[in-house]
């Protein structure tokens, strides 16, 4: 079915950077939106980036202005580069794909890949 793998994911040191990738099964413009969620030991999973089939993106006030979405339609893969990194950035990142457009299917998550930014 729909697979979507995460990859770049590790260990950095504050204000550094890191840049996260999502390849998926099919087609990227065959979803609603693709987008990156973020969840932290004892909190709940947030939305950090979305960017829809047409372009348009929004981001979490919190990363606004340090992270950027990006896509690579040929590889249907999506981005995440995230630049002056915060211990508070620190936790497991999962990819997402929002239903098949006119399908009325649910999201597709990827297995997620932990960032830890510490010094």
């Known amino acids: 079915q729909v697979q979507l793998v995460e990859s770049g994911g590790g260990l950095v040191r504050p204000g550094g950077s890191l840049t996260l990738s999502c390849a998926v099964s099919?087609?990227?413009?065959?979803?609603?939106?693709m987008g990156w969620y973020r969840q932290a030991p004892g909190k709940e999973r947030e939305l950090v980036a979305r960017?829809?089939?047409?372009?348009?993106?929004n981001y979490a006030e919190s990363v606004k202005g340090r992270f950027t979405i990006s896509r690579d339609t040929a590889k249907n893969t999506v981005y995440l580069q995230m630049n002056s990194l915060k211990p508070e950035d620190t936790a497991v990142y999962y990819c997402n794909a929002g239903p098949l457009h006119f399908s009325g299917t649910s999201d597709y998550w990827g297995q997620g890949t932990q960032v830890t930014v510490s010094s």
């Open positions: 960017i829809t089939s047409g372009g348009f993106t």
């Open positions: 099919r087609s990227i413009f065959s979803f609603t939106a």
